[in-house]
């Protein structure tokens, strides 16, 4: 069922792992901050949410802050449910080193996609037809904030790791963990594609799940030399 090396193994087994953990308390403090900071009329997101490069609110450590917040409860609530429930598994198999890279890298890659679909959306439907005002106005309405994306690849590494493990939806149906992952990739995909007006990162949470792909291939074929917790 897993095949990477012996060696990353962890021994012990933790429902609760600490890089896990941490990133819960993580999560809850910058949701925290955001409603604190919201009572005195501070919009944390314009400076900690994703914005587009061209933006005027843009700044390089975006790329990782934007993973930290959320639009309301129920976001925050969802994105750490899924978080654990898919990834203290993945925590114990890998070590919390390695998980945490995988996260980091598939939160960051998530945002990276995202920014190559407002810039092609920016320059083939709205800069043919709008003027220069116009677009940056557009520009600078775009945020991007929450978890999805690195939780999306999460998604991708349980069902790499545990192909075969049922998981349950709505408690009732079992399904296995692969045909779960392909299922939901397909339906973002679609819902992307469909330009869905949700509000929803569709194409962030494929980045998430492209880069996390990239990235366990690397390791499966090339070893890693991150070890332990």
């Not at 933790?14 to 949701?31: E, H």
């Not at 919390?96 to 890279?101: C, T, V």
């Not at 330009?195 to 949470?205: C, I, K, M, Y």
């Amino acid at each position: 069922m897993e095949t990477y090396n012996d060696n990353y193994r962890v021994r012990g087994f933790q429902f609760l792992p600490p890089v896990i953990k941490n990133l819960l308390i993580i999560n809850v403090l910058f949701y925290m901050a955001d409603l604190t900071f919201g009572l005195y009329g501070i919009d944390l997101s314009r400076y900690l949410g994703l914005h587009y490069v061209s933006a005027t609110d843009f700044h390089w450590w975006q790329y990782v802050t934007y993973m930290f917040m959320h639009g309301n409860f129920s976001h925050l609530f969802f994105n750490m449910f899924a978080l654990w429930m898919f990834g203290y598994a993945l925590e114990n198999l890998w070590g919390g080193r390695r998980f945490l890279i995988y996260y980091m890298v598939t939160g960051i890659g998530a945002g990276l996609m995202q920014t190559l679909v407002v810039g092609l959306n920016v320059y083939f439907n709205y800069m043919p037809h709008y003027p220069a005002y116009a677009v940056a106005q557009y520009v600078n309405q775009i945020v991007t904030i929450g978890a999805s994306g690195a939780v999306f690849g999460i998604l991708l590494a349980f069902g790499m790791c545990f192909p075969n493990l049922p998981i349950y939806l709505y408690f009732l149906f079992p399904i296995r963990a692969k045909w779960f992952v392909i299922i939901y990739g397909l339906l973002e995909l679609f819902a992307g594609i469909g330009g869905t007006a949700d509000g929803v990162a569709h194409f962030a949470h494929l980045g998430g799940m492209l880069f996390g792909i990239g990235l366990i291939l690397y390791w499966r074929k090339h070893g890693s030399r991150i070890h332990g917790r």
